[in-house]
């Protein structure tokens, strides 16, 4: 996958622009946003939004882009960042100006609006880290490449009692159980 460092940082921007004002809301919720929305659109068109590289760290997958679209984005003078010593959530962003999103298809802007309003609404820094604390990210070590395929992995939910019943009856009737 190729790596879009325009539409990441369109991306970023737009994201703190959307939410990054909202009490709670910091580094860590953003990074879940932009993995969610990215396994989202991969999922859906096989293509990522820009092709950010996420990596396992202790909070959940982070991409690896985010310092430097963070540094960027401050000096062009699209955000500003500040740190609250007193806050579980201590980096707190704020968008000085809204952000051209004309490059984004509608699916992405419908996966990046999604999960910007549910992380920030419905989630706390610790419950969204514990929800991308998934099979593939305990597996892999520290530091290590989380390609955005194995988002689909932990997506495929366990049967049920009900889905077992009806596939084993299935089975019976093609001669297979």
């Known amino acids: 996958m190729?790596?879009?460092k325009e539409k990441f940082n369109r991306l970023v921007h737009y994201v703190v622009w959307k939410?990054?004002?909202h009490p709670g809301f910091g580094?860590?919720?953003l990074n879940k946003v932009l993995w969610f929305a990215e396994g989202r659109v991969f999922t859906l068109t096989g293509k990522p939004i820009a092709?950010?590289?996420?990596?396992r760290e202790k909070f959940g997958p982070v991409p690896r882009q985010i310092m430097q679209a963070r540094t960027e984005l401050v000096a062009e003078g699209a955000?500003?960042?500040?740190?609250?010593?007193?806050?579980y959530e201590n980096t707190q962003f704020m968008a000085l100006y809204k952000p051209d999103v004309s490059m984004f298809s509608g699916v992405e802007?419908?996966?990046i609006d999604y999960?910007?309003?549910y992380i920030d609404k419905q989630h706390t820094a610790t419950s969204i880290s514990e929800r991308s604390h998934d099979y593939v990210w305990q597996i892999a070590k520290m530091g290590e490449e989380l390609p955005l395929y194995v988002y689909r992995v932990n997506r495929i939910p366990e049967p049920?009692?009900?889905d077992v019943e009806r596939l084993k009856r299935r089975a019976k009737e093609l001669g297979l159980g």
């Open 2 to 4: 190729t790596f879009d």
């Open 79 to 87: 955000i500003k960042i500040t740190k609250n010593e007193r806050q």
């Open 115 to 117: 999960w910007t309003d």
């Open 19 to 21: 939410a990054g004002s």
């Open 27 to 29: 580094a860590t919720k």
């Open 109 to 111: 802007m419908q996966a």
């Open 160 to 162: 049920t009692d009900e």
């Open 51 to 55: 092709g950010a590289t996420y990596v």
